[in-house]
């Protein structure tokens, strides 16, 4: 009897198969969406996806100027495209113009030699500069915004044998944070950079060290206003503010992103109870026909501004003012677009490919990309606020 | 020599049709299927430096794909779920125009737990041996066996009533 079944299972799967003509495929599409989420995942942004429904339609808005049939795409090339009177994001104060590649540094609109800055997920932007992980030691560092690096902690971690491998940085204040990782546990470390000195340290326990991650078991991944967010393998984030020492568990959701509001995993409508964290923290879940749940197609990332008011499309091109999504902006670097992030002084940053060459634009709301780089064979890459 | 794009752009156009039929064997609905090919072919260029270098570009692909497929099934499964007030039962009534079967038993294979699913598509439409479908789905041989077992008895169980109340047994 059985024999008979899988001979009718596999005339089923023949018959069906040989019936079916698939859709074309566009492997441009593929080869853009690939290039993407190599550079996202390598800005640092991947471990917490929010995805989309592509293709779908989109809340209408009005254009400046007349009426546009397909609002929120670019009409004159090059130009932004405004809906519903955004502004785009504010402006705060902290480094701008941050990308690197293999062997540089860019801050400021001044290139420094890479050094022991290391080409892979670690670095993060904070207020006074890059915070990373250094090349093969992963020893935490600062690249300040002259160029200069400076270690923030000795090349042996106090506790445990290495350090995390990520280092947590705060756009809001000098704060970052790091893990020192053992056998048994994690120390978070929370680090003033402009004081140059250790604020606080909190010991995570391990209940399983050695199916963990590199990470060790807990990692502080988040650093925003004050607080640091650290995610755990039990799984779930804790929210930690070392000024104080409140130490919280969150829930099991993962923050992506935090500037005030904080962006999960939208995987479920309560994972995360800020209360604790007292006011001016809310979480953001982006739902509607534009965003979908995590689960829906998995691979793109939000990225919040730092006032918190606006999150990019999938694309990365287009930003959103979540409280209204008819305010949009549209921007049209010149290219294929490989990266996007937020700037601090309110533009955004993009990488883009002409052929095989790779270039950095910054664009702003009200006027044409201006070049950060000349078109380069080196791979540009640029570097995350939070995860 | 041809650059790493050109050499994905070369082997998605060769292998399209070929792996689509695959997804849409392990998915049972074209959508579905252009969704894990979306997927699992966007995660191939992320890793396509590497990709290239494997001794079988097919059976690395076919891991991922299965892999993929176990992830969105396992999503889909937590948001499709639809309470009803009574059992499934399936339909005996009207005019059935599956004289083989092969309707009902290519809906009951889609019914099956992700992992059955993926193994009796690796071992009946890929002919894949049980070394091969171990490896692709990171499982011991032992349980590919067991696995392919268990469905095919499933199958069988599942479908055996409906064709005696449609007089085919």
């Known amino acids: ?387 | 020599m041809a650059t790493a794009t050109e050499d994905y752009t070369a082997y998605v156009e060769e292998s399209w049709t070929r792996l689509f039929r695959t997804a849409y064997a392990l998915t049972g609905d074209v959508t579905a299927a252009d969704d894990l090919m979306q997927a699992t072919l966007v995660k191939v260029f992320v890793s396509w430096r590497k990709v290239r270098k494997a001794d079988s570009v097919d059976a690395y692909v076919r891991r991922v794909m299965v892999n993929q497929a176990a992830s969105t099934w396992r999503s889909r499964t937590r948001r499709a779920e639809v309470l009803t007030a009574e059992p499934r039962v399936a339909a005996t009534d009207g005019p059935v125009h599956d004289p083989d079967g092969e309707d009902e038993l290519w809906a009951l294979i889609h019914e099956l737990p992700a992992r059955q699913r993926a193994v009796l598509v690796l071992r009946y439409y890929e002919d894949l041996s049980e070394q091969e479908i171990a490896q692709a789905l990171d499982i011991a041989p032992g349980t590919v066996k067991s696995q392919a077992s268990a469905a095919i008895v499933k199958l069988r169980d599942r479908l055996m009533p409906v064709q005696v109340e449609r007089g085919q047994a």
């Open chain 1, 1 to 387: 009897m059985n024999e008979k079944m899988e001979t009718r299972v596999k005339q089923t799967f023949d018959h069906r198969t040989d019936e079916l003509v698939p859709p074309p495929v566009d492997v441009a599409a593929l080869v853009r969406r690939g290039r993407r989420r190599r550079s996202w995942r390598s800005a640092g942004a991947a471990a917490v996806a929010v995805a989309v429904v592509g293709g779908t339609a989109y809340a209408a808005g009005t254009v400046a100027g007349d009426a546009d049939p397909d609002p929120g795409r670019p009409t004159k090339e090059g130009l932004p495209v405004v809906t519903g009177g955004a502004a785009g994001p504010q402006p705060v104060d902290g480094p701008t113009a941050v990308f690197h590649t293999k062997s540089s540094v860019s801050i400021d609109g001044r290139t420094y030699p890479a050094g022991n800055f290391p080409w892979d997920t670690g670095p993060h932007v904070g207020q006074l500069g890059v915070a990373y992980p250094a090349k093969r030691t992963g020893v935490p560092h600062l690249m300040k915004r002259d160029g200069s690096q400076v270690a923030l902690a000795p090349d042996r971690p106090k506790v445990g044998d290495r350090y995390s491998g990520w280092v947590a940085a705060d756009a809001a204040s000098p704060l970052v944070a790091w893990g020192e990782v053992g056998p048994t546990g994690v120390d978070v470390v929370a680090y003033d950079t402009a004081k140059g000195s250790e604020i606080a340290r909190k010991r995570v326990n391990c209940q399983n060290a050695t199916s963990s991650s590199s990470f060790g078991c807990a990692v502080p991944y988040v650093a925003s206003d004050g607080v640091v967010f650290v995610h755990t393998n039990r799984p779930g984030t804790i929210a930690w503010r070392p000024a104080d020492g409140t130490w919280q568990r969150l829930g099991d959701g993962s923050v992506s992103q935090a500037h005030g509001k904080v962006v999960d995993t939208f995987s479920g409508p309560d994972q995360l109870d800020l209360s604790v964290l007292g006011d001016g923290w809310s979480r953001l879940r982006l739902t509607g026909p534009f965003w979908e749940e995590q689960e829906k197609q998995g691979d793109a990332e939000a990225l919040l501004s730092f006032d918190g008011s606006w999150v990019t499309d999938p694309e990365g091109k287009r930003v959103e003012d979540w409280h209204n999504p008819e305010a949009t902006v549209t921007y049209d670097p010149p290219g294929s677009e490989v990266a996007a992030q937020y700037d601090t002084d309110g533009s955004m940053l993009y990488v883009t490919m002409s052929g095989d060459k790779y270039r950095a634009w910054d664009c702003t709301a009200t006027a044409r990309c201006e070049p950060l780089t000349e078109p380069t064979d080196e791979e540009i890459r640029l570097i995350s606020w939070d995860l």
